[in-house]
């Protein structure tokens, strides 16, 4: 009797760290790698990232924000992060121009890119050129920012590029 009631304690203990285990491992959730942008503060520095963009062939995602703008905190922490958004983002050239403290080499460069709110999005096709078409000014959700990444001007097929260079 004593022998049954230890086997059937153990098989209780087995199936409770089963489960345990199970829905640890069910729940858990893998931590979404960082995503890395390289910050540019001149347009020197600007052209330089370009060029080698450009040279790599990749698109290239400029974020221009400041660190008291909400919707520039929004967009880095909720909108960067998405699991639907990293792959798209991670066929970019990223950078950041950080302009908060409002220097001069800030406001050139704001100028220059003809930034007038925050946060805006720039973007460069693989080739180096702007495409201020799809530029974005303000908080976009992870699904909208996802859509918009896909689009075929930023990602042009070769007939569709020979297509835009015939008009």
């Known amino acids: 009797m004593a022998n049954i009631k ?15 285990v199970s829905g640890y491992l069910l729940n858990s959730k893998p931590t979404p790698v960082a995503l890395t942008f390289t910050a540019v ?7 330089l ?7 790599q062939q ?7 924000y400041a660190e008291w703008c909400s919707p520039c905190i929004a967009l880095t922490q909720q909108t960067f992060p998405a699991a639907n958004v990293i792959p798209q983002l991670n066929k970019f050239t990223r950078l950041k121009a950080n302009v ?6 800030d406001i050139v460069l704001m100028h220059h890119l003809n930034v007038i709110g925050f946060p805006s999005l720039l973007f460069w096709d693989t080739q180096g050129n702007p495409l201020p078409q799809v530029r974005i ?19 042009p097929t ?7 260079h015939a008009q």
Do not use: C, M, W
């Open 100 to 105: 908060t403290a409002n220097t001069n080499a």
């Open 41 to 47: 503060n001149s347009i020197s520095e600007l052209k």
């Open 49 to 55: 990232a370009l060029k080698i963009a450009a040279q």
């Open 6 to 20: 230890i086997k059937y304690a153990l098989v209780i203990l087995i199936i409770t760290i089963i489960t345990i």
């Open 58 to 64: 990749r698109p290239v995602l400029l974020d221009v």
């Open 158 to 164: 070769p007939s569709s590029a020979s297509q835009n």
């Open 137 to 155: 000014s303000g908080f976009i959700n992870a699904d909208d920012f996802n859509r918009h990444l896909q689009q075929a001007i930023i990602f």
